[in-house]
């Protein structure tokens, strides 16, 4: 019996972790400058705008828009189910706040600019953001 | 203007080893080639370089992307180098071009040959088990961890996003992004060192499979094996040399966003390749239009684009439309584009092959793809960092 493929999950890392177990409670975190405010991701030990090192995740609303995506098409490992979406969300908490995603849409409703909200995919310890349409923008 | 570093060199040799997919000759041996051949090509002996530079140097890593070190190739080629430099820092592979320039500035080395060599090709006969491709189950760090976790595997997937995204703010199409893969292929007609030479018509393009829409399998490079070498002289001792100097008219280079820190801008465009193409220009007296042909950066179609517009070569969001139907970018056209065949038809060198078009080019070597009295060339390379130049011969 084959076994299905499984995403191949990021390390946690000291810096990262808080992002891929957000989902444990339900809620996206980002990491953001509690001294000038601004977010960033992917984190950095100080904040690169300030250069405060008074950086710490925050809640964020998890909603945001499509800015661009992806329909692959090729099965890059065997048994990889295709095809599927890959796109890349800005966060509606700031301008060019962006994460990668797939999105979990009908291939022919992608577009840019969709409303997105996020959700989470759990594997082991890792709460992997994805993002779905946003009904209540719909 | 001030006297600039690359004003004060020149390339003044240049040779490409056997191009395979796959070669049966090893990475040293593909470099020693191509190094002996461009030394030989600028009127030099081995023993008159005192320089050796490369991209990205030599790594552990088993896909054939960094095979061979500048100290193995000193040592092979039996060149005792003052200075030496691999630089694999921000995926700028034109880094070590602009150090061998500031090092000949400098004085501390008088002819420097610089190499790329590849073996990927050979490398994916044996295994895949080094990329991200191989099924491991090891978890991903790094830049990685951002996106393989999507099953975004490959490249592609991320330069696919510009493309989507380039061809919805500006109303672009499949056909005017298709108009590089044939302008490219029939180029490479002429190129007896690229890798495909088939002709290929906007119809075969367009049938070719979606790998990751809107791209498709020919919007992509291919992996090889091979080596090309640049010898660059300080201008003073280029003069008495075999091939009139191609003066090195301006150099700019910019790392950030894409890998290098985090995403700028709105996915249609590289920022940072901007910032590239404002240097180049302020370096120089010459002007875009001024241009006799341009080597564009072709890991992935989509570059082409974003870097002419990043070059100023065509206003934001024109490139489309500038290349629609090859006319404009042939080699008889207003801007001769990838007159090699480009990374899409010659091969993977990451920017190497475009760099050694324009010497063909610039010193008339390019028979059934000779772009008439090519005298400036500019070009322009890379997808994560990035870096451009304008060769000019008198």
Known sequence: MSEAPVRKLPKLEPETAFFWTAGADGALRIQRCTDCGTYQHPPFPLCAKCHSEAVAPEAVSGKGRLASYTINHEPWVPGLPVPFVFGVVELAEQAQLYVFTNVLAEIDAVRVGMPLTAEFERHDDVWLPMFREDAAHG | ?????????????????????????????????????????????????????????????????????????????????????????????????????????????????????????????????????????????????????????????????????????????????????????????????????????????????????????????????????????????????????????????????????????????????????????????????????????DGFSIHVWMWMEALGLVPPGEACRFVEGGKRIAIDGELPLNTGGGQLSAGRFHGYGHIHEATVQLWGRGSGRQVRDAKTCVISNGGYGYGAMILRRD
């Open chain 2, 1 to 297: 203007m001030t006297l600039l570093p690359e004003k004060l060199a020149c390339i003044t040799g240049a040779a490409q080893s056997e191009v395979g997919r796959p070669s049966k000759r090893s990475a040293l041996q593909l470099t020693a080639d191509a190094c002996l051949a461009a030394i030989a090509d600028a009127g030099l002996r081995p023993e008159d370089i005192d320089g050796i530079a490369t991209y990205p140097g030599k790594s552990s890593e088993g896909g054939g992307i960094a095979p061979v070190s500048p100290s193995e190739a000193a040592a092979v080629l039996g060149i005792e180098p003052r200075w030496i430099l691999a630089s694999a820092e921000g995926f700028s592979h034109m880094a070590p071009i602009f150090n061998a320039i500031t090092a000949i500035a400098c004085g501390l080395a008088r002819h420097v040959v610089v190499f790329r060599s590849v073996a990927q090709a050979q490398a994916r006969l044996v295994s895949r088990s080094s990329t991200l491709m191989s099924g491991s189950r090891e978890r991903v760090d790094g830049n990685n961890a951002w996106t393989v976790p999507y099953n975004a595997l490959s490249p592609i997937n991320t330069f696919a996003l510009y493309a989507q995204a380039y061809f919805e703010k500006y109303g672009a199409n499949e056909a005017q992004l298709g108009a590089i893969a044939v302008n490219n292929r029939a180029n490479a007609a002429h190129n007896p060192n690229a890798i495909y030479r088939k002709p290929l018509t906007l119809d075969d393009y367009l049938a070719s499979r979606v790998i990751s829409s809107p791209l498709r399998l020919l919007d992509c490079d291919s992996h090889i094996d091979g080596s090309t070498a640049i010898v660059l002289s300080h201008r003073d001792a280029a003069k008495d040399l075999r091939n009139p100097p191609l003066h090195i008219e301006s150099m700019g280079m910019a790392v950030g966003g894409l890998w290098v820190g985090r995403f700028e801008g709105d996915f249609t465009e590289m920022p940072a390749a901007r910032r590239a193409g404002r240097m180049l220009w302020e370096r120089t007296d010459l002007k875009p239009a001024q241009m006799d042909c341009a080597q564009i950066y």
